[in-house]
């Protein structure tokens, strides 16, 4: 099919969607530097350190996405009372970022990994954070933030890196307030909650997360047996669509009755970090534009792709994904 007339049309539409973010938001901080030699406290590499670097993760960087596609996002999450959950906010305010929906917690840590780089090489990561699940006060505080800001959205994505915000005491809840209304939702699912997303309009797990999540010993390289992994998700889940990012393979979309697989375009990678974030963001987009099947998938796919390219964690540019698309799609 050619989309090539449409395309303007589309990226237009993305503009003030709103999409309601919900799940783990976190800090990804960088300690950066040159090594030439080895302490002489212990053997360990000394970094002389050039530059400090922080930036938006998980949840955050979706919404970064969704801003620089046009969209409007909403976060909704639970930080900690904590300098590292000041200087989140502080980091969402410089990125014009709403951020009432959040949550302060004195029982809770905001999410920070810190990663120490020597040599363009990461040497040690430290991760500051609380993992257990929210407790009930805190799950009712969420929700009524949710309940708040999804009364006007086009869409909801739960972005869960297993970090207690959704959890098995409301992922349940949150989904069928959102079926009330209504709204589509998408999930970019984690092993530990993976088959609690039931009656979502759109899944999007990657090929390990599937393995993992339906404790498959496969590789599913053979068409077949990932089909049949698809099939037996789709009747845990009961959801509408199903969109598999297969890395270097493209991404496999379906539902009961539909099934399409949109191939990798040759890309020079540089960095992987981040793309499943810019994947699921583009995804919500078009799910809120009700854009067709196969658009969904090209349009996510070249996504993933493009970020690929560039080193980092950074949000894909609107201007090069519609050119893309005008060169692929044409």
Not at 105 to 110: F, G, N, V
Not at 170 to 198: G, H, W
């Amino acid at each position: 099919m050619n989309y090539l007339k449409n395309l303007d049309s589309i990226f237009s539409d993305f503009n003030g969607k709103r999409v309601v973010i919900v799940g783990d938001i976190m800090v990804d901080k960088y300690v950066i530097g040159k090594v030439d030699r080895v302490s002489p406290e212990a053997p360990v590499p000394v970094v002389d350190v050039s530059h400090l670097d922080s930036r938006l993760g998980g949840a955050g960087n979706v919404a970064l996405n969704i801003k620089a596609m046009g969209g409007i996002p909403i976060l909704c999450s639970v930080i900690g009372q904590d300098v590292e959950g000041d200087d989140l906010l502080e980091m969402l305010d410089k990125q014009g970022l709403y951020s009432k929906a959040i949550l302060r917690s004195d029982k809770r840590k905001t999410t920070t990994k810190t990663r120490v780089i020597g040599n363009n090489h990461q040497l040690l990561r430290f991760d500051h954070e609380v993992k257990n699940d929210l407790d009930s006060l805190d799950s009712f505080l969420l929700q009524e933030n949710y309940l708040r800001e999804i009364e006007i959205c086009d869409v909801i994505i739960y972005e869960d890196y297993n970090k207690g915000v959704l959890h098995s005491g409301n992922i349940e809840n949150l989904i069928q307030l959102a079926n009330n209304l209504n709204i589509s939702t998408i999930v970019d699912p984690k092993k530990n909650n993976f088959l609690l997303y039931r009656n979502v309009t759109l899944f999007k797990p990657n090929l390990k997360e599937i393995k993992e999540g339906l404790n498959i010993s496969s590789d599913l390289s053979n068409s077949d047996e990932l089909q049949l992994a698809i099939q037996t998700l789709q009747e845990k889940l009961n959801n509408k669509i199903t969109m598999v990012t297969l890395s270097e393979r493209g991404v496999l979309i379906a539902t009961k009755n539909e099934w399409l697989s949109v191939p990798a375009h040759v890309r020079n990678i540089a960095d992987v970090s981040g793309a499943g974030d810019t994947v699921v963001s583009v995804a919500a987009l078009c799910l809120a534009s009700n854009l067709d099947l196969k658009l969904i998938a090209e349009l996510s796919n070249l996504s993933g792709g493009l970020v690929c390219e560039k080193l980092g964690v950074v949000p894909i540019e609107k201007d090069q994904l519609l050119s893309e698309a005008k060169r692929i799609l044409a």
